[in-house]
């Protein structure tokens, strides 16, 4: 079954401090794999996205990921966090010119000052 | 180019009650998705539509959960004779025909169910 898995529900860092949040999926194909982010009460925010071609993909604020085939993985990196960057992120996965987002449960960050 | 639009941000409703909620797509944007968030969950695919067409709504609840998207004006998500378990966030989604691009996603309608 196609699934997307973050396997930590709460993350705690302190402001400048670096960043890393796990993604790991089960998918029959390649898919596309994409970081959104959500702020309390908002609506979801497109970090970055992975299609194809180069496996480290930049995106909005300072975010990055990697896309690594061998560990299913895409994890989301930051170099220093802000403390405007706390926030839920979560990780979703579909396949090529699919519709259906597979969404994983969400990871919250919190930053300390 | 405004993005997707859901009204309301906010529904209270007693059991019973039909809610009706909200999708006006991004302009140029001809396909549409809802979502539904459950407390401490992702989010799941409810349901996919096009114009005038339900394309894929495997994800809808077999009963009260319907959803159109008329050739004029919005996507209409509805849930008739709603009980506690209903209350969510529902987001829509819009994208344009080409195959290979994200969907994009508006801030969502927060029902209660009270």
């Known amino acids: 079954a196609q699934s997307v898995t973050q396997p930590d529900i709460h993350i705690t860092v302190s402001e400048g401090a670096s960043l890393e949040l796990r993604c790991n999926y089960s998918y029959g194909a390649t898919p596309y794999l994409f970081w959104y982010v959500q702020s309390p009460g908002q609506g979801l925010q497109l970090l970055l996205k992975?299609?194809?071609?180069?496996?480290l993909v930049q995106g909005i604020k300072g975010f990055e990921a990697e896309f690594k085939r061998s560990q299913s993985s895409f994890n989301l990196r930051k170099p220093s966090v802000h403390w405007s960057d706390a926030a839920e992120y979560f990780c979703a996965a579909s396949g090529e010119g699919t519709y259906k987002y597979i969404f994983g449960t969400g990871t919250r960050l919190k930053v300390l000052a | 180019n405004a993005g997707v639009m859901q009204n309301p941000r906010h529904l209270v409703r007693r059991r019973g009650q039909e809610a009706r909620l909200r999708c006006s797509p991004m302009k140029g944007h001809s396909h549409v998705y809802w979502y539904r968030q459950l407390p401490e969950e992702g989010l799941k695919f409810m349901v996919y539509l096009q114009k005038e067409n339900i394309i894929d709504e495997s994800g809808m609840p077999k009963e009260r959960f319907s959803a159109e998207f008329p050739k004029e004006g919005p996507s209409i998500l509805r849930i008739q004779q709603v009980v506690r378990g209903d209350s969510a966030a529902y987001f829509c989604?819009?994208?344009?025909?080409?195959?290979?691009?994200?969907?994009?996603f508006g801030q969502g309608t927060r029902l209660t169910v009270v």
């Open positions: 989604a819009s994208s344009p025909p080409s195959r290979n691009t994200e969907a994009f």
């Open positions: 992975y299609f194809s071609g180069d496996t």
